[in-house]
C-alpha cells in the first residue's frame, strides 16, 4: 500500500513557478514509477509527467515539455514537478500516482488507467 499527499498548489502569475511535492508512505516507494496528471473542471484527468523508479527516465506531454519537469528523491519517498512559464491553461487539480510496473529501471507509464495509487491533488491556478 502506498499513500500519496501532494502540496505546493496554490495561486500564481502567468510567467511564474510553482513546485508540486508529492510525499509517500510505506516501505517500496522506490519500486514505482510515478506520474503526475491534472484536470481542469469539466475536462478529463490528462497525463503531464513520469518518471521511472530510478529516475534515470522521465517523459512529459508535449503540452508542458520544456516548462515542467519531474523528479524524485526516493530516500525521501517525494517526487516533485518544477513547472515554470505558467499559463492561464495550465491552471487544474494536480494529482500525482503511483504504479507497479515490471522490473526495468527504465519504465514509464502515461496512461492513467495503469496506476495503482492516487493522491487527493493540489490546486493550481494560473492568473493572466
Known amino acids: 500500500q502506498v499513500q500519496l499527499v501532494e502540496s505546493g498548489g496554490g495561486l500564481v502569475q502567468a510567467g511564474g513557478s510553482l513546485r508540486l511535492s508529492c510525499a509517500a508512505s510505506?516501505?517500496?516507494?522506490?519500486?514505482?514509477?510515478m506520474g503526475w496528471f491534472r484536470q481542469a473542471p469539466g475536462k478529463e484527468r490528462d497525463f503531464v509527467a513520469t518518471?521511472?523508479?530510478?529516475?534515470?527516465?522521465?517523459y512529459a506531454a508535449d503540452s508542458v515539455k520544456g516548462r515542467f519537469t519531474i523528479s524524485r528523491d526516493n530516500a525521501k519517498k517525494t517526487v516533485f514537478l518544477q513547472m515554470n512559464s505558467l499559463k492561464p491553461e495550465d491552471s487544474a487539480v494536480y494529482y500525482c500516482?503511483?504504479?507497479?510496473?515490471?522490473?526495468?529501471?527504465?519504465?514509464?507509464?502515461?496512461?492513467?488507467?495503469?496506476?495503482?495509487?492516487w493522491g487527493q491533488g493540489t490546486q493550481v491556478t494560473v492568473s493572466s
Open positions: 500516482a503511483a504504479a507497479i510496473v515490471g522490473s526495468s529501471e527504465m519504465d514509464l507509464v502515461t496512461d492513467p488507467r495503469l496506476y495503482n495509487y
Open positions: 510505506g516501505r517500496t516507494f522506490s519500486n514505482y514509477v
Open positions: 518518471i521511472s523508479w530510478s529516475g534515470g527516465n522521465t
